[in-house]
């Protein structure tokens, strides 16, 4: 398995609209993806800190929805929110309980 991990800081006055168009929009559109496994969001509500994890069958399968503009598409919803650009980082899951 492979994971894609963003990291970024939201505007924390702006975190409940990022949960909900996170849940509504990327949420749906990620589980029609090639290979995909499951996502989750974490946010500090002080400091509006978060992660995106995104769980993939493969790295493939990870980088294929950076090809076809997905991944894309999801991070542009957002530019609003964030404090600062997100960053984003790819995993080989080695652990997985």
Do not use: H
Request: proline share 5%; charged share 30%.
């Amino acid at each position: 398995m492979y994971a894609r991990v963003t990291s970024a800081q939201i505007l924390p006055e702006r975190i409940e609209q990022f949960k909900k168009i996170y849940e509504e929009s990327v949420v749906p559109a990620a589980k029609k993806q090639k290979g995909f496994k499951g996502i989750c969001l974490m946010i500090n509500p002080k400091t509006g800190e978060g992660l995106s994890i995104g769980y993939w069958d493969s790295e493939d399968d990870a980088l294929a929805n950076e090809k076809n503009l997905f991944y894309q598409e999801q991070v542009a919803k957002f530019i609003p929110f964030y404090r600062r650009q997100p960053i984003r980082e790819g995993y080989e899951i080695f652990v997985k309980v």
